[in-house]
Nanobody
Framework: QVQLVESGGGLVQRGGSLRLSCAAS????????MGWYRQAPGKQRELVAT?????NYADSVKGRFTISRDNANNTVYLQMNSLKPEDTAAYYC???????????????WGQGTQVTVSS
């Protein structure tokens, strides 16, 4: 069984910074892509950033957010700088996990962490 545990959300003022972490645990062959989605109340889920062979960012966060990975510890981070009220959302990490044996790829999700940016 694979688990993703997130941490690092909270309340911050406009212009502030937060760092989210997401650690994957369990038994698996490898992890392909890790990344972050977010969803604000009443809005569609938005892909924020991914880290696989390359890194990719939503236009809305480019230049402000940085995704990084610690592959030895199966952990992905999201450094968020220059935060804006419109960044307020629940942030969910995900991991594309490759199983042992059949090498099946399955997406696993974290429980979500709330980020609130006050104006």
């Amino acid at each position: 069984q694979v688990q993703l545990v997130e941490s690092g959300g909270g309340l911050v003022q406009r212009g502030g910074s937060l760092r989210l972490s997401c650690a994957a645990s369990g038994s698996f062959f490898s992890i392909s892509v890790m990344g972050w989605y977010r969803q604000a109340p009443g809005k569609q889920r938005e892909l924020v950033a991914t880290s696989g062979g390359t890194t990719n960012y939503a236009d809305s966060v480019k230049g402000r957010f940085t995704i990084s990975r610690d592959n030895a510890n199966n952990t992905v981070y999201l450094q968020m700088n220059s935060l804006k009220p419109e960044d307020t959302a629940a942030y969910y990490c995900f991991a594309e996990v490759v199983s042992w044996g059949t090498k099946t790829l399955k997406v696993h999700w974290g429980q979500g962490t709330q980020v609130t940016v006050s104006s």
